[in-house]
């Protein structure tokens, strides 16, 4: 591990609210091409950090690299490099597919012939090229999903992070868009993702269980499993968050 390029580098985050302190002291780094897993019940302090980390809102103090940049200073230039993709999938129900992938690729600065050329690969890739003139809300939401997936992932990002992206879809659509993540990490992508699914927290290359705005535990998951003593992550994630022995 110590080997691979480090594409995000978080040192000493701290971040307060007045008198609120959401993210205390986080230290971590996460590699070029790993799947990553950001876990924390509501209140632990993930959402705040990965605003931090797409260059949404600024540290009160430490030092945050994405993609060899300095977040505090180019907030902008950040999110040039990474992919996102929340629970709602942030796609517009009143626009085309293709319509969606032509306004992202423009948000994200491409230039139209790219924008067509990565449309037609996707949309072929995902089997739905005689679907591309069919609003949004038309379309099951399965397919919904992976078309955020793919339209996060047109300007080929180095990152892309994932807020609770398989919230609300079957067993077998959340196994199809886990292939599409491995695929991602497989090509050199760095796939971050919060996810309320335990299960999915074992796919991951390593995770991070945050509680109280503390990172508390930090690795592999069949390493923290032998440390914790547990079966699963979520045996472990009740033990962290829940504090249930």
């Not at 002291?25 to 632990?44: K, M, P, S, W």
């Not at 200073?73 to 996102?84: D, F, Q, S």
């Not at 705005?213 to 390493?223: H, S, T």
Request: glycine content about 8%.
């Amino acid at each position: 591990m110590s080997n691979r390029e480090k594409i995000i580098e978080v040192q000493n985050l701290v971040k307060k609210f007045g008198n609120f302190e959401a993210n205390k002291n986080l230290t971590f780094n996460v590699y070029r091409g790993e799947i990553f897993g950001f876990l924390g019940a509501n209140g632990a302090g993930k959402t705040t950090a990965i605003k931090i980390l797409c260059g949404l809102s600024k540290p009160t103090s430490g030092s945050v690299h994405v993609a060899g940049i300095n977040v505090n200073k180019h907030p902008e230039a950040v999110k040039k490099r990474i992919g996102y993709m929340s629970q709602f999938f942030s796609l517009y129900n009143d626009m085309t597919v293709k319509e969606n992938f032509r306004f992202y690729g423009g948000v994200y600065g491409l230039g139209k012939k790219e924008i067509r050329d990565r449309t037609l690969f996707f949309l072929e890739k995902l089997n739905m090229r005689s679907y591309e003139n069919m609003l949004l809300k038309n379309i099951p939401l399965g397919w919904k999903q992976k078309l955020a997936f793919s339209v996060a992932s047109i300007h080929k990002p180095d990152i892309i992070f994932l807020d609770e992206p398989t919230g609300g879809v079957d067993p077998i659509t959340r196994r199809q868009f886990w292939e599409m993540i491995y695929e991602a990490s497989d090509n050199g992508t760095t796939v971050f993702v919060t996810t309320h699914y335990m299960d999915e927290a074992e796919y991951c290359e390593r995770v991070c269980i945050m509680s109280e705005g503390e990172i508390k535990a930090l690795g592999r998951p069949r390493d923290l499993k032998t440390e914790y003593q547990a079966d699963n992550i979520n045996d472990i994630f009740l033990k962290i968050a829940r504090n249930v022995e």
